[in-house]
């Protein structure tokens, strides 16, 4: 009998060790979809976590060929932190976030972008994305870690969005949809700036106790020898 229970343990334990990590792994992507119907891009969101606080976009774009009317977040987070539309670098910079120990823990759609179109050419709209770097698209988690693992870029090709003000305005237009703000914030440095787990401020009041503490050793020999 105990030698049948320890054989089981052992087959037990190797298949826990040759399963693939895989299995157990978590993810998380962005995509680029854009609609049949409209000229709007959904910035897609898809992970596994059930703590992420905040997620930073960067997108470039070739201004010559495509113009970015705005940028609208959804419900998935609760502040739009910062937003940056730069028609002359052909930049897109946005950023969300959670308030502290708020965490988003669905998939969905996490901003809108509407977009015209200014000449008859296929155009690409690219994430600026490199894995593990916090400097750039980042998908960020309660340990103001850069989860991200992939995104999915979009090829936008002629006459799937119409030419409307844009391609009437021209250059003009840059005057009108200028940087949100002025400089960016970083959803990822945010995270760093500030606490996301209650064992710090718990430390603080504990410090504060081991100094009332010291102080009250010290009164107590002050009587002691006076």
Known sequence: ????????????SALILISPVSVFAKSASL?????????QVEIVLKHDYKDLVGVDVVLKFDPQTIHIISANKSDLFSEFVSKQIDHRAGIIKLAFSNPY??????SGTLATLEIDSKLNSTSQLDFVFTHKSTVDTNVVDSKARDV????TNLTIIPDSIP?????????????IIAPVASSYVNAHDLVINHPTSPLIPLLAIVGSLVILFNIFLVWQKSKVFS
């Open 1 to 12: 009998m105990m030698f049948k229970l320890t054989e089981f343990i052992l087959t037990l």
């Open 31 to 39: 995509s680029l979809i854009k609609s049949s119907t409209s000229n």
């Open 148 to 151: 991200l693992d992939s995104v």
């Open 163 to 175: 030419q409307t003000q844009a391609q009437v305005l021209g250059d003009s237009v840059d005057s």
């Open 101 to 106: 120990l708020k965490y988003t823990s669905t």
